[in-house]
């Protein structure tokens, strides 16, 4: 079987894998790392979403192969070492976000991508259509939204442009 | 510094948060038991056919198979149960086909499940089912209920005539043909209801687990209702005494409702555990999810609406043809006929009813409570109804509301069919609605929409729903074949910090806060000092857990009860350490105090002297402070409101854009306003997605065609907008807290909203009625079968 080496959160890993092994099953079965989610078998709910080289990226889509070298961040990445959490994920806490929990690690991953991408603003119409690869049940994305618009300023370490608002 | 306010009415963060956001949640899928293997089972992918055989021995060879089972295996243990027993019109009882847990001799949908196969990998077990060798014997199927009960039609069941479950009724036929029969305007409308897969984001897992040395099992699953789980696993299919099962519920993600009943996937695993002496996960794909949770709502409906003079309803009238599918699920015959028939008054005044629904077999996946479960149904017929009378009367859509809504004076209202509201002011919510929607100054933005070439439409729905069944022995004398109580257990742990033990289940809705919330309020501890658990019944002394938004109304109710209980032991425990007579402690705010006196006493305080008696009245009470409370509701709980849409519609499309949606609902007493907000707004996507987007689509054999997120259109962000959402409450009268619950009225109350909106933007075309989802194709068709009766441009 494929051996692959790949740093997982600042961390080198190596595992054994068949060729047919995705990287979301790489890093939930052989990792441990089961804070990034399956949700469906078509690449199409975005439970999945992790960062590949700074890329948001659906693990499902991806063979644990490909990631071979690859520099990988998952939801348990994002916070600092000592427990402060990344913007967004404060954003989603305080904005009401999330529900049952299962799409929000896939969700945060996507939207620090989306806000990373949008140095000059995001309107809602562009974060609702950045949104369009993650599925969400039980929020109806309402404040998914607003927590990703209060989210760009704190990253940006700027106000989001009046234009974009 | 004064402590934040964190009791009822804040809207404090929620406490489960931090792990959901950092990755460290806890579902079933997460958990993998020492020596674990993997079931996956082989399922029929055709509608109806006989099995002729079944060959397991290329299987049974292929690398790592521990073991494939049939039902040939499984013959001691019993069928999956059906928790409601509906009776005919005659007074017989409905039949009751044998559901088992793997398909005996026939497969009746695609999905059926025929054979597990486990092995030492998910891979390796997947791989083995495929090489199983199944002949199979085609039969006709059929999907649809007006099919089904067709002369001649395909019969999913030895022994079930014309494939029909129940022939049931509700109201007085006698008093509607009369009011029909003196009816200045009658109203008639076809429709239907469509079909739902719940698609909540966590697909089912179970994992089975037994311990040889004790004899005891334990089921991990993702379920909302943990001990009607062990109770329906063990008295019905296994076979085994309760206190050797435990049932988790670890988080889980999402439910709506598909993750009430007990599947055969559960059962399996449980059995198989203890024949393998190994641990067994089974996790849904999604495709295993689209053909195997249990679906929603298809109802095919006729209502008709009798009118005197005045607008005012005389009469209603109404048959339904439910889809059951090809097996009854837990609850699924309670759903057209108790959850649904019952509520046919809806706000109005409507004094003579009649609702009859034939309940139906279909070579289709089972149907059971999606959120609403039968509420969205007999709302969409009714709001749906009475917008076609306004239209046919010439009355104002919403003046002939008004003109019918049972007054804010008339509490407690008696329905004809059965149930009665205890409160509710449906002016009010109408009047907050109207003016937060801005109502009044629709025609400009109609106006203004029809100048860039676009179709604007306004509907609203002033809906109703029942919360919270009950009580158990209105429920029984019904059908129900359980309780429907709920039970709290409140621990003071000797430093006073409290553990609250819950017989609901939270897979989304926050009850580690709302819940928590409650003893802030009721017994003074900060929030940082509770802990509520749920979903374990090694833990939780009984539940019947969450569905028909209950959990606050019912089991909040048991907490106040049990919480009530703590206090007046407190009291006596504080009388005797401030040497003061019962009658005179007075509590509040989280301290026990002498009348009149500054002499008090912390309830920190109280409960270390529980544990720590040294000083104690040993002779009047036992040491330590935990009390448990069952509470039965006296009746359901009655939210409602008024849900506002607004949309455009592409002429060139067709696409429908939902551009305003406003609801504002009676919850009653609101423990955490951004809660609240969330349920509401996730229940009125799931509103709009019925209404504009999903379907669950058969073709007329019973072949799934929507069997996958490629091919039913869930609700994304870009298909929605933001939305106005507030609440407007009276008070629920019975039961402790004044709570309705809100996890539904966001579902029940908007597809008709929507819909209303949609007909209303293509009234120029003289549409009546257009079915759920009205898709792009769908109104694109219409627009182009009919010119418009008068230019809008």
Redesign the interface.
Known sequence: MPQVSLTVNGKPASAEV?A?TLLVELL?EKLG??????????S??G?CVVHVDGMAVKSCTMLAVQADGAKVT???G??AADGT?HPM?EM???H?A????????GM?MTAIDLVATHPDGLT??Q???G??G????????????KAIAAAWPLMHGKGMPAAAE | MAPPFEGIGASV??K??????????H?T??INRPGQVYAYFRRSDRPHAKIVSIDTKEAAAAPGVLAIYTAADLAAIGGLPCGWQIHNKDGSPMAEPKHPVLAEGRVRHVGDPIAVVIAETK?QAKDAAELLAIDFEDLPGVATVTDAVKPGAPQVHDGVANNVCYDWHIGDKAAVDAAFARAAHKVRLDLTNNRLIP?????RAAIGEYDAATGDYTLYTTTQNPHVIRLLMCAFVLQLPEHKVRVVAP????G?GSKIYHYAEEAVVTWAAAKLHRPIKWTA???ESFMSDAHGRDHVTTGELALDKDGKFIGLRVHTYANMGAYLSTFATAVPTYLSATLLAGTYTTPAIYGEVTAVFTNTVPVDAYRGAGRPETAYLIERLVDCAARETGIDRVEIRRRNFIPRSAFPYQTPVALQYDSGDYVATLDVAMKKADWAGFPARRAAAAAKGRLRGIGMSTYIEACGVAPSAVAGALGARAGLYEVANIRFNPTGSVTVFTGTHS????HETTLAQLVTEQLGVPLAQVEVVHGDTAKIPFGMGTYGSRSLAVGGSAMVKAMDKIIAKGKKIAAHLLEADVRDIEFKDGKFTVAGTDKSKTIGEIAFTAYVPHNYPHEELEPGLEETAFYDPKNFTFPGGCHICEVEIDRDTGVVHVVNFTAVDDVGRVVNP??V???V??????GIGQALLENAAYDASGQLVSG???DYT?????D?P??HVATENTMCTHNPLGSKGCGEV?AIGSPPAVINAVVDALRDYGVRHVDMPATPAKIWSIMHAAAPKMAAE
């Open positions: 068949e047919r939930r790392l089961t804070g990034t989610h399956v949700g469906c078998d078509t199409q709910c439970a998952t939801i348990e994002l916070a959490l994920q989603f806490r305080e009401h999330l529900q049952c929990g299962f799409c929000t690690p945060v809602e119409e974060i609702r259509h949104l369009e993650n599925l969400c049940r039980c929020t109806g994305y309402h404040n998914i939204v | 963060r929620r489960e948060d931090l792990r959901f956001i950092s990755g460290h949640g579902y899928d997460d891979q698609n909540a984001m966590e697909p988080d889980v993600g999402g709506f794909e999604r495709s897979h989304g809705q926050g951004m809660i907000e969330g349920q707004q996730g229940g009125v996507a799931q996958s997120f490629m869930m609700p994304r962000a870009d929605l933001s939305f966001g």
